[in-house]
């Protein structure tokens, strides 16, 4: 009886440790996209000459600020736009989510 109850309450830990660690993923996925967004408007801003300063600086700044870091960031004067690409650590065992967002033309 008590092998059982062990059992029971082994597969029960593991059951809310994968719903925990689950949970976690799609938060951090909200915030690499939330953080990603942002920092893609804060660059077309700065390429179009609404802010001052580097397209992409100014992108990695609001990532940060927002919970991210950025991967890759590409400003285009000619089109007017902005391109960046976020990563967000996730506690644990599980790999960085990456989002990516584009903004302006």
Do not use: W
Request: charged share 20%.
């Amino acid at each position: 009886m008590t092998n059982i109850v062990v059992g029971l309450a082994s597969m029960v830990l593991v059951l809310v440790t994968a719903i925990g660690s689950l949970g976690q993923a799609f938060v951090a996925h909200s915030r690499a996209q939330s953080a990603a967004d942002l920092a893609a408007l804060a660059a077309a801003d700065a390429v179009r000459g609404l802010a001052a300063g580097e397209p992409c600086d100014i992108a990695k700044e609001v990532a940060k600020k927002n919970g991210g870091s950025v991967v890759d960031c590409r400003a285009s004067m000619s089109e007017q736009s902005a391109y960046v690409e976020v990563a967000v650590d996730i506690p644990g065992p599980l790999p960085k989510v990456k989002e990516k967002a584009v903004a302006g033309k």
